[in-house]
C-alpha cells in the first residue's frame, strides 16, 4: 500500500469505514463507496457507505432534544426516548443519493471550480428505522400556511458567513409523505455518529442534501428555508452563470432525483478479455417514479441490449441490473439509459446537463474498455 492509500485506509478506518473507500477530502470526512461494493448487495454495508458532509461530526450531546417549531399550534421538545416511545416506528428500504453523484463525468466538459469529482459512488442504499415526520408534525399541529418544513441540524458549516447550522428545507407535501422518517437505526444497527446520530431525516426519493443529519430542528415556514443549503447550493444554475455572480435564489432548487443510472462494471479504462462480458450497475428513479428499465448499448445508442433489472420496481430504492455482452476486440465504450415509470429516459452526454456546481448528472453512463490482450 503506498503511503497516501495508507493514510486513506487509517482516516477512513477512524470513522468506521473499510479500506477501500475513495477519500474526497479528510477534514470534514467525505468519502464515496468503491464501485465492488456496490454491486455486491442491495443494502450497502454501514462500513461502506458513503459519507458527505459539509462540516465536521458534532460531538454528541447528553442533553439532546428535538425541538419542533415554526407555524404549528403546539410546539414540541422531545428526547430519543420520547419520540420513540409516542410515534410508532417505521421501517423503510431507501437509498441516499448526493446530487454531485457522478460529477466527475460533468468534469470532463467544463472544470467545476470548489467540488469534489464524485463518481458513482456517493449513493448507497440502507434500511431505515424512525417515526415518520409525518407524525410528529400531526402531534405539533401543522398550521394551513406552513407551505414548506425546516431541518436543521447542529454541524457548523463554515460555507456561510456567518457561519451557521446545517440546514435544508422540503415542501408541505413532501414532508407529509408517509416515506420521510426521522431515522435513529440504519441496517438495523444504532445510527452511526458520521451519518447523523442520534437522529436524522431520511427523505427518500430527494437528493440527499434534504436528509439532514444531526437533526435537532423542525421548523414550519411559509417560505422555503434561507439556509446555504437550500438557497444558495444544491441549486441548478444555468450552464452560462458564473457561480461566482450567483444570488441566493437564482437557479432551480433541488427537491426530487433525476434518473439516473451507472455502469459499475466493468470499471473503466480497464482491458477485458474477449468473449462474453458481464456488465452491471444501478439505476434510480426520483420521488416516487419507480426504475422500470434499463438498456446498454456498445455502438453509442444506435441499437440497445435489455439488461436484467433486479427486484420488483418499487419507488425510493435503486434497482441494480446486470447484462452479458459479447465484446469483440479492440477499444469498445459501453453506455446504459434507464427508463422510468413516467416513460421519461435520460440525456445522451453530460455536455447536455452540464451545470455551473456539477449536480444531477443523469446523462447516459458510460464506460471505455479495451476488450482483448
Ligand atoms: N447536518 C447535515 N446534514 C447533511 C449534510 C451535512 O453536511 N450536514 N450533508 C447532506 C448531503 S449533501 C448528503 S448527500 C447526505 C449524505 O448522507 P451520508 O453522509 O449519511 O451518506 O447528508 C446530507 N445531510
Ligand atoms: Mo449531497
Redesign the pocket.
Known amino acids: 500500500m503506498s503511503s497516501m492509500a495508507a493514510d486513506n485506509a487509517r482516516i477512513a478506518a477512524s470513522f468506521g469505514k473499510r479500506s477501500s473507500m475513495i477519500v474526497h477530502k479528510v477534514s470534514p470526512f467525505n468519502a464515496e463507496t468503491a464501485r465492488d461494493v456496490l454491486t455486491g448487495a442491495e443494502l450497502t454495508p454501514l462500513d461502506a ?7 465536521e461530526v458534532p460531538a454528541a450531546d447528553a442533553s439532546w432534544r428535538l425541538r419542533v417549531g415554526g407555524l404549528v399550534d403546539r410546539p414540541l421538545e422531545l428526547s430519543l426516548e420520547e419520540l420513540r416511545r409516542r410515534y410508532s416506528e417505521h421501517t423503510l428500504i431507501a437509498t ?1 443519493q ?2 454531485g453523484n457522478r460529477r466527475a463525468d460533468l468534469l470532463g466538459v467544463r472544470a467545476i471550480p470548489g467540488e469534489d469529482p464524485w463518481g458513482p459512488g ?1 449513493t ?1 442504499t440502507a434500511v431505515w428505522h424512525g417515526a415518520r415526520l409525518a407524525d410528529v408534525l400531526a402531534a405539533a399541529g401543522l398550521q394551513d400556511g406552513a407551505r414548506h418544513v425546516e431541518l436543521v ?3 457548523i ?1 463554515d460555507l456561510e458567513e456567518p457561519s451557521r447550522r ?1 440546514g435544508s428545507s422540503i415542501n408541505r407535501r413532501k414532508a407529509l409523505g408517509e416515506e420521510v422518517l426521522l431515522a435513529w437505526a440504519m441496517n438495523g444497527n444504532e445510527l452511526p455518529p ?3 446520530a442520534p437522529l ?1 431525516a431520511v427523505v427518500p426519493g430527494y ?3 434534504r ?4 437533526l435537532d430542528e423542525i421548523a414550519a415556514r411559509a417560505e422555503p428555508s434561507t439556509n446555504h443549503f437550500q438557497a444558495s447550493a444544491y441549486r441548478l444554475l444555468p450552464a452560462d452563470l458564473d457561480p461566482e455572480d450567483a444570488r441566493p435564489g437564482d437557479g432551480i432548487p433541488l427537491g426530487a432525483i433525476v434518473l439516473n443510472t451507472a455502469i459499475l462494471e466493468p470499471a473503466p479504462e480497464t482491458t477485458v478479455p474477449e468473449g462474453p462480458l458481464h456488465v452491471a450497475g444501478y439505476a434510480l428513479a426520483g420521488d416516487e417514479r419507480t426504475v422500470a428499465r434499463v438498456e446498454v448499448s456498445t455502438d453509442r445508442g444506435r441499437s440497445w441490449q435489455q439488461a436484467v433489472v433486479d427486484g420488483p420496481p418499487r419507488p425510493f430504492a435503486w434497482r441494480r441490473w446486470h447484462a452479458e455482452l459479447e465484446a469483440p476486440a479492440g477499444a469498445m465504450e459501453i453506455v446504459a439509459r434507464a427508463w422510468d415509470s413516467a416513460g421519461s429516459t435520460q440525456p445522451e452526454e453530460p455536455s447536455h446537463v452540464w451545470n455551473p456546481k456539477g449536480y444531477a448528472n443523469s446523462s447516459w453512463a458510460r464506460v471505455a474498455v479495451i476488450v482483448g490482450a
Open positions: 457507505f458513503y459519507v458527505r458532509s459539509h462540516g441516499l448526493c446530487a456517493a448507497g441540524g447542529a454541524d458549516s446545517y458520521v451519518h447523523g436524522r437528493i440527499g442534501a436528509s439532514v443529519k444531526w
